[in-house]
């Protein structure tokens, strides 16, 4: 009897039928569909007479475009013209087509990534796509996620299948125990940096070992959904105690004996013994360090007391990639990153916007202020996340501490609404990419865990919190 990983089983489960050596027609139990990504899918529906097949099994959330200002839910207007009919137009056709969305003025809105594992609508053993990359968030529940294009969006929504290329199998194991001060976001940046931007291209990763087993629900999906930016086509966790108990937390629509049995089968989903994998990876966790890009792409990153690459050292990038590299960020080769001085600090986006991490931002802002030459907002990654903060104090704590409380909201994660950097500005960032752009025109990012983004912004600079934060 052969050995099969996770990733496989997941796959063989949902194939509806074998195409050819590479394809299958997959079956997904959940489609996840922003403003953004689903437009001309709905217009392909009509001009083909289709309906949605299963609308049941459809879930819309307005986020990348809504913009985050600290007004009252139902106050929450789009003024970005053609932001506003990309949200109206997708309003609409969820509407038509039935199927249930989070508008801008749903108290439970937020990021979808966000959204979707808060309200129990992902569960282990699920094949969950989204028309963005960073579904693979949502492995961290032992479900297969992974984003879809535009065109397959279209084919998702008219039969609930999608012809789906079949990835090869990678296994990252990480033993040993993070040190303080570090957190998953700093071992997934430390991973990618190992292994390059395209180090898992063409794979599925599964995460084993003892340091991911210490990690929470929530820090998992901070690793699976930064996963795809080594390459990945998704990254998965077998499902253990940790994750039961999160999933048994949200789940409302099972009674208490089909949940026990549901998990009961959840448990069973792992890789056998021996199952084979075509590349395999070791990492020791005591390693790990804070991590901050120095670059424009997220492989490119240090430890906070290391150094930016230079001509003579360039992190195994050829000359004229680094060279691009520091023009564009503006720092110098060789120089220390740590003491880099900033003029924003954004806390969001779908890697770091969940309670778990604005509560890491409130240990380290506690009884201190905000640097007078630093704007710093918070974005909290749904309207849930935002209510259980300013129940828990932890919203007051950081107005207090003089950063911005906002609505829910992909905000600026990629700028496609109003939070925008201005031209030339720096920026300590919680979010996922730090590409040229990415955050406005000219714009400087440097990714960094929660309590680094937090340090920085007390400090007015990018400083290492196993020093100057160590005693909270």
Not at 389 to 413: H, K, N, T, V, Y
Request: net charge negative.
């Amino acid at each position: 009897m052969s050995s099969h990983t996770l990733y496989r089983k997941l796959v063989d489960s949902h194939t509806v039928s074998i195409l050819d050596a590479e394809h299958v027609l997959l079956y997904a139990d959940l489609h996840i569909m922003n403003e953004y990504t689903s437009p001309q899918a709905f217009a392909g529906l009509q001009e083909k007479g289709l309906r949605v097949r299963r609308p049941r099994q459809q879930m819309g959330v307005v986020d990348h475009v809504v913009p985050t200002r600290p007004v009252p839910v139902r106050a929450r207007t789009i003024e970005i013209v053609d932001a506003a009919k990309q949200a109206a137009n997708f309003t609409r056709n969820c509407v038509e087509q039935g199927i249930h969305l989070f508008d801008i003025d749903d108290p439970m809105q937020g990021i979808e990534h966000v959204v979707a594992p808060e309200i129990g609508l992902i569960r282990p053993g699920m094949v969950v796509l989204c028309g963005d990359s960073h579904t693979t968030t949502y492995g961290a529940l032992g479900a297969l996620g992974f984003g879809i294009g535009t065109s397959e969006v279209e084919h998702v929504l008219a039969t609930q299948t999608l012809v789906y290329r079949v990835a090869k199998d990678m296994r990252i194991v990480v033993d040993g125990a993070l040190p303080a001060g570090t957190t998953s976001k700093d071992l997934v940046l430390h991973i990618i940096a190992r292994i390059g931007a395209q180090g898992a291209r063409g794979y599925a990763v599964e995460y084993a070992g003892e340091a991911i087993a210490a990690l929470s629900a929530e820090a998992r999906m901070t690793l699976c959904n930064m996963t795809v930016e080594a390459g990945a086509r998704a990254a998965l966790i077998a499902p253990d105690r940790t994750t039961l108990d999160y999933v048994r937390s949200k789940v409302r629509d099972l009674d208490a004996k089909t949940l026990d049995a549901a998990c009961a089968a959840w448990s069973q989903l792992h890789s056998d013994p021996g199952a084979p994998f075509e590349v395999e990876h070791r990492f020791d966790a005591a390693r790990v360090a804070p991590y901050v890009t120095w670059g424009t792409s997220p492989d490119q990153a240090v430890p906070v007391d290391g150094r930016i690459p230079d001509a003579a050292d360039g992190q195994g990038l050829d000359g004229a990639t680094l060279r691009k590299a520091l023009d564009y960020i503006a720092l110098p080769g060789g120089a220390p990153i740590e003491g880099t001085l900033i003029d924003r600090v954004f806390i969001g986006s779908c890697t770091n916007a969940r309670i778990e991490d604005l509560r890491a931002v409130a240990a380290v802002v506690r009884g201190r202020k905000v640097a007078s030459t630093v704007r710093a907002m918070v974005v909290p990654g749904s309207g849930l996340v935002r209510d259980q903060a300013e129940r828990e104090g932890i919203a007051q704590q950081l107005i207090d501490a003089g950063f911005e409380w906002r609505q829910p909201g992909c905000s600026m994660c990629l700028a496609m609404n109003d939070d925008v950097l201005a031209p030339g500005e720096r920026c300590a960032s919680t979010t996922n990419r730090n590409f040229e752009g990415r955050q406005g025109r000219d714009s400087k990012t440097h990714l960094m865990s929660p309590a680094m983004a937090a340090a920085a912004a007390i400090a007015g600079r990018i400083v290492d919190i196993r020093k100057e934060f160590a005693h909270g």
